[in-house]
């Protein structure tokens, strides 16, 4: 091997390891917990959720991710046509609508649901505190709901 | 002519000495000579043949992993802002969702 080779082989190896090195201090300094759980220890310490409150709200919560969850693939399966493009570009005007009035009946269902499952989780809270988490959290759900229907139109409309 | 026949020559050859002396100076001359046509090292080679000794290649690998470790110390991951993991979690909408399960 020529020297100039055996220089950057060097310096790559070196930068492998170092970059090993990086990655593994920053992996063993991230948090292990969900995000799930972040957001429970927030909501408790935030609106100061006595034990048997907490203990309510966990078990909503859990109850509510599975369905969640289940929503959000059901979102994602009715939107994928309608976001994909070349998957739409030959499809007809009709079809064309009945996938979005089914995509955006699934949202309208997933809304609902959230938004049952937030005065579910302020009803176990003080009134005072009640009504500041719904103001705190009820706008995100709709707004995320409008960028969501806005990204959905903006991709037909193309 | 077959192969055992023996050749002629092989006798006169087995006799023959080189009766030639090597002058002093044969061997200086040979290794001017090889210099002669060998060209300069560049800067490449030399830097290549003053860097990569054992114990430096050691010394630079080791400073790379405790440089690397130092940064990654004083430098950790963002952590996930917990309103936002909240909202990522109750929310059908929020974009991270089913990637922050």
Redesign the interface.
Known sequence: MT??G??IG?AM???A???I???????S???RE???D??????KD?YHLGDAAFERVSIL?RD??QQ??K???Q??AAGRPLLWRSRHRGSKTGQLDAQFNKEQAI?AD??K??TD??NQVAALMPPEQSKRFLDD?LP??QQ??R??DRRVSSSIRR | MKADDPDPLDDLLAQWQVQAETPPDFRREVWRRIASETRDPGWVERFAWWLLRPKREVVILASAVAMAVAWGLTHPPEELNPHDAYVMSISPFDPNHLEGR
């Open positions: 020297p100039a055996r220089l060097f190896l070196t930068a390891i170092a970059a090195s990086l990655w593994t201090t920053r992996e300094l991230r948090s969900s995000p799930q972040v957001g429970l220890r927030w909501l935030e919560h509510y991710f969640c969850d929503m959000c693939r979102i994602d949202c997933c809304e649901a959230a499952h937030l959290i995100i759900l995320q709901r960028e969501h």
